[in-house]
C-alpha cells in the first residue's frame, strides 16, 4: 500500500531490532559482553565478595582501596581474588581516583569509614573520605571523558536515624530522636509525639525521611546525595543502596567500631561475654553480605534501578540480645551469659528493619540467607582467623568522650 517491498520491509525490521538491542545495551550493562568495572573500597568485607561475584561472571574488576589499618592491620587481605587488579590508593586523592577510573565501564563506590561511635570524634576523617572522597568521584566524572554506563553506591539504614512506627490509637508516627534525659531514666522506648503512648517500629520505607543522629549517618547521606544529585543532572546513571546491618565472612574481628556481629563474635573467642547497651531489646535487620552482593549485581544489570534507592535487608526485625544469644549457642559457651549494661550511647537508635517491598518488585531482590545460617557460617569462618577483643578500649574512649552515658 505504500510501495514498500517485502525485501525492504525485512531491512526495516532488522534495522529497528538493532536500534532496540543498542537501546537495550544502553540501559542494561549485563547484556554487554565482559565489564571494565571499578570497586572503590573493594579489598573490604562488602566489597572482596562484590568482586568475588563479578569476576566468577566474566567480568575485568579493578580494586582500588587504601587497606586501612583499622580494618587490615596494614596487610593485604589473603581472600582478594587472584583476578582482580589491585591498586592501593585512597578516594581522597584526586589524581589517584582520576587514573583509576580511565576505561572502566561501571563504578561500584563502596569505599568509605565505617564506625558509628568513632564518627562522632573524628568528624574530619569521616567526612573527608565518605563526603570528599564521593565528591572527588563525581567530580572527575562531569569534568572529564569517561566510559562510565553507571555508578552504585552503598548508602546506609543510619540515615533514617530512628525507623519508622505505629501507635495502636495514633496510626503511623514520626516521634523525636530519645532525649538524654529520657535515657537517663531507662525509658528506653520511643513515645507517640500525639498521645504519649508507646509506639512499636514496623517496617521502615525508603520514603521515610532522613534525621541522622551520627556523623557517620550524616556522611552517608551525603554520598548518597552527591551520587543521586550528580547522576541525574549530567545523564549518568547512578543507583543508591541503604544497606542494613551487614554481618558475614570476612568482617574484620580486630575493629571495635565494625558491625555488632563481628564486635561479639570477638568477644566470644576471647572468652568474654557481649557487652550490650540499654536493655539488649534495641532492634535491627540483619543482612547476610551474600544478600548485599546480590542486591549489587542486580542494580548493575538492571535498568530499572536508575536513579533509584533502595532499601536492602531481609525485612526482619531481630534484636541485638537475639544476636549475642545466637553465637553464644554456635560457639558452645553459653555460659557467657551477655552482660546487660543499662547504658547508652548518643547517636544510637532503638530500632530500624527493612521493608523491601521496592527492591523486590522493581529489580526481583529476595534475601535468601536466613539469620540462623548466616550466624552459622560467620561462626564457622571466625573459627579460621584470630581476633583481638579491642571493645573495652573502644567504650572507654566512647565514655572519655561523653558519647557514653
Known sequence: ??????????????????????????????????????????????????????IKEGHEVTIFDSIEPQVHSKSIPSYINPNAKLIRGDVTDYNQLKQAIKDKDIIFHLAAMVGVGQSMY??????????????NLFDILVNNNHDIKKVITASSMSTYGEGSYECEDCGNVSPKVRTESQMQKKDWELHCPKCKKTVKPIPTKESKAQECTSIYALAKKDQEEITLITGKAFGIPVVALRYFNVYGPRQSLNNPYTGVAAIFMSMIKNSHPPMIFEDGKQSRDFTSVHDITQANLLS???????????????????????????????????????????????????????????IHSKIGFEPKVRFEEGMKELAEWSQTVKAEDRSTAATQELREKGLVK
Open 300 to 358: 548493575m544489570k538492571s535498568s530499572a534501578a536508575d536513579y533509584e534507592v533502595f532499601n536492602v535487608g531481609t525485612g526482619r526485625q531481630l534484636t541485638i540480645n537475639d544476636v549475642a544469644q545466637t553465637l553464644l549457642k554456635l560457639h558452645k559457651k553459653e555460659e557467657l551469659k551477655p552482660v546487660i549494661v543499662n547504658k547508652f550511647r548518643k547517636g544510637d537508635i532503638r530500632h530500624c528493619y527493612a521493608d523491601i517491598s521496592k
Open 1 to 54: 500500500m505504500l510501495g514498500i517491498s517485502d525485501g525492504n520491509l525485512g531491512e526495516i525490521f532488522r534495522e529497528a531490532l538493532q536500534v532496540a538491542t543498542f537501546i537495550k545495551t544502553r540501559s542494561n550493562p549485563s547484556s554487554m559482553a565482559t565489564q571494565q568495572i571499578l570497586v572503590t573500597g573493594g579489598a573490604g568485607f562488602i566489597g572482596s565478595f562484590t568482586v568475588d561475584a563479578l
Open 122 to 135: 573524628q568528624i574530619s576523617r569521616y567526612m573527608k573520605v565518605n563526603t570528599m572522597g564521593t565528591a
